[in-house]
T-cell receptor, first 111, second 114 residues
């Protein structure tokens, strides 16, 4: 099963872009990269996912390297409400559809 | 927006009591999950279900049990609660065949056993 590695914490100034990296060097060809975030005391919230192409939605952009061994979640204009723990997940496709969450990156947006 | 609901959101109960945490989703998703999370810690999968009458244990051993009699309902039960069961319990669901199989979470149930 592919695992992910993320920095434990990051700070970002309000209004600036927040770039959150994730390594997934053992990812398989048919596994998607997902990003979720969890604001204190709430359930994780889906942000974006991708397979090999870069993706963008109203919340964020996802950049996946050509070899798919790493990705970056970009919040283009971070606000104080983006302060949360961000999880990078590789979808396990062994038939169980389990999602394994790691420790994530604690992003703090500073005023 | 995800339509998955958990009740109660917060509960304080005494040791030895039986408790059921309710989880319902209105999206018709076939797969449902229970995660356990202590404050500031990782989420751990404790139960999941592929569909009606299907339940499996997750990666973290749990004394809780689950049932899946209806597609939309996936309750979690603790027969005899202990202080070690104090935690946040998160229910989630996903749909087979959806692109990427996105998982959606409820708001969580905070359980305190005294």
């Amino acid at each position: 099963d592919a695992k992910t590695t993320q920095p434990p914490s990051m700070d970002c100034a309000e209004g600036r872009a927040a770039n959150l990296p994730c390594n997934h060097s053992t990812i398989s060809g048919n596994e998607y990269v997902y990003w979720y975030r969890q604001i204190h005391s709430q359930g994780p919230q889906y942000i974006i996912h991708g397979l090999k192409n870069n993706e963008t939605n109203e919340m964020a952009s996802l950049i996946i390297t050509e070899d798919r061994k790493s990705s970056t979640l970009i919040l283009p204009h971070a606000t104080l409400r983006d302060t949360a723990v961000y999880y990078c997940i590789v979808r396990i496709t062994s038939g169980t559809y389990k999602y394994i969450f790691g420790t994530g990156t604690r992003l703090k947006v500073l005023a | 927006e995800a339509d998955i609901y958990q009740t109660p959101r917060y509960l304080v109960i005494g040791t030895g009591k039986k408790i059921t945490l309710e989880c319902s989703q209105t999206m018709g998703h076939d797969k449902m999950y229970w995660y356990q999370q202590d404050p500031g810690m990782e989420l751990h999968l404790i139960h999941y279900s592929y569909g009606v009458n299907s339940t499996e244990k997750g990666d973290l051993s749990s004394e809780s049990t689950v049932s899946r009699i209806r597609t939309e309902h996936f309750p979690l039960t603790l027969e005899s609660a202990r202080p070690s069961h104090t935690s946040q319990y998160l229910c989630a669901s996903s749909e087979t065949g959806s692109v990427g199989n996105t998982i959606y979470f409820g708001e969580g149930s905070w359980l305190t056993v005294v």
